[in-house]
């Protein structure tokens, strides 16, 4: 008795608050050699409070570090580390996509081949750390 | 309610006007891609002086002559090996879209704005793992800039955290070269493979 209503109150209370759906992860084949590759993922927060992408590792990687490449007004290309990380406010989806927001992979242990799967545990601030699977892929 | 009078000649002719004026209108809205001169997906240029020549070697070990592609065209672009995200992002998209056409007339160089740390081996290894048939260019630092001026090309190192190192920001347009050897459209970044093929296409025939 006391046990199902320990359940009812348990599933009662779930979702809302630090729920993100984090899907469509992958990357890029990383060209033989190269020393730095991109993960890109959708990261959604269904719930009201904002949360934010404080960091992520990986066991290929040296260094993990999250970057957003913005184009200037003269078609420059400038890429910046998200010192702070990377926003998802309440009722939003934070878009890491090839040309802006992107993981940083660098000092990558082996060439990244397409079918591959990368684990990356990523840090928020809110919601509990995660593992995800970044799928290794052409475009 | 009156009796129906017989249709006056122009009553006749009405209805097969308007047939005429649709059917009309239906054959031209087909043909009217086949009409249309194709638009491009960049800025176009109309120069009458070959592109400018660059004091490069490629990843084949040899002097970079642009002057030699006569009749093919030439897509360069200036980039650099550690960038994770815009310059695989760019190349993947052109590499695609050389496979689309299936042209051995396409000739896709990138030229390294890093040429410290981009040795001509990595430039190779990184190139040629978007295509086989890629090239990689490069140079001292004095001719890099010399080249990236020539086309109008802005780059330049900014410093970036320990694991990265410094970070190249750079112009992250594709230039193309028509088949007479003139540069003449330039492709910005975020345009498709499917565009960047229709417009290569456009410019072998």
Not at chain 1, 91 to 111: F, Q, V, Y
Not at chain 2, 14 to 33: D, K, N, Q
Not at chain 2, 66 to 79: C, H, R
């Amino acid at each position: 008795m006391l046990l199902a209503f320990i359940v009812v109150m348990v599933t009662a209370c779930g979702d809302v608050e630090g729920d993100l759906t984090i899907s469509d992860t992958w990357g890029r084949p990383s060209p033989a050699m190269a020393q730095a590759a991109a993960f890109y993922m959708q990261i959604s927060n269904p719930g009201s409070t904002s949360d934010t992408l404080v960091s992520a590792t990986s066991p290929v990687c040296d260094t993990v570090e999250l970057h957003e490449s913005v184009l200037n007004d003269s078609q420059v290309m400038m890429m910046s580390q998200l010192e702070d990380g990377i926003d998802i406010a309440g009722d939003s989806t934070a878009r890491l996509e090839p040309g802006g927001m992107h993981i940083m992979c660098i000092g990558l242990d082996h060439e990244l081949v397409p079918g591959e799967t990368i684990t990356v545990q990523l840090r928020f601030a809110v919601a509990e750390s995660r593992d995800i699977e970044v799928e290794i892929r052409e475009n | 309610m009156t009796d129906h009078e017989p249709a006056t000649p122009r009553q006749r002719l009405w209805p097969l006007a308007v047939t005429g004026v649709v059917a009309g209108a239906i054959v031209v809205a087909l043909l009217a891609p086949i009409l249309r001169p194709h638009v491009f997906h960049g800025a176009v240029l109309q120069s009458d002086s070959p592109a400018p020549p660059v004091n490069l070697t490629t990843t084949n070990g040899a002097n970079l002559d642009l002057s030699s592609y006569e009749g093919e065209v030439v897509v360069l672009y200036f980039g650099y090996t550690f960038c994770p995200d815009v310059c695989p992002t760019t190349l993947a998209d052109v590499a695609r879209a050389k496979r689309q056409l299936n042209s051995d007339e396409v000739n896709v160089i990138m030229i390294t704005v890093d040429p410290a740390r981009d040795t001509p081996e990595l430039l190779a290894n990184y190139v040629t793992s978007f295509d086989p048939s890629f090239l990689g260019a490069y140079g001292t630092d004095e001719v890099t800039a010399e080249a990236a001026a020539l086309y109008g090309v802005f780059y330049e190192a900014r410093e970036g955290s320990e694991a990265t190192g410094y970070l190249v920001d750079h112009t992250a347009t594709l230039m193309v070269i028509d088949t007479e050897g003139r540069l003449k459209l330039l492709l910005p970044f975020g345009v498709s493979a499917n565009e960047i093929a229709a417009d290569l296409e456009a410019l072998l025939n």
